[in-house]
């Protein structure tokens, strides 16, 4: 390097810093193509527990409705019963 002119010296280092720099970009690119699978893979599992949630609570909403209206037409017959 030092037989080097001036002008070679200063493009050999430009390369070697964009090479550093490269290197750190493919590193973080590797980091953010590993949080985005997990993130993916939540987002998929949150998904799944979601659709599960609501089946249950649409299965609760109409058991709750049943009962209601087996607690009103057990109601209707007491009295029924109980005014003669």
């Known amino acids: ?5 001036e002008t070679t010296r200063q493009v050999y280092k430009e390369n070697m810093s ?8 493919i590193k973080e690119e590797e980091l953010l193509k590993k949080l985005n699978h997990r993130l993916t893979s939540e987002h998929s599992l949150l998904s799944a527990e979601e659709e599960n949630s609501k089946a ?15 607690l009103k037409s057990s109601t209707i017959t007491w ?5 003669y």
Not at 1 to 5: C, E, K, P, R, S
């Open 56 to 70: 249950v609570i649409k299965e609760k909403k109409s058991t709750a409705k049943r009962n209601h209206k087996n």
């Open 79 to 83: 009295i029924h019963w109980n005014q």
């Open 18 to 25: 964009l090479a550093e720099q490269l290197s750190e970009r």
């Open 1 to 5: 390097m030092a037989n080097l002119d």
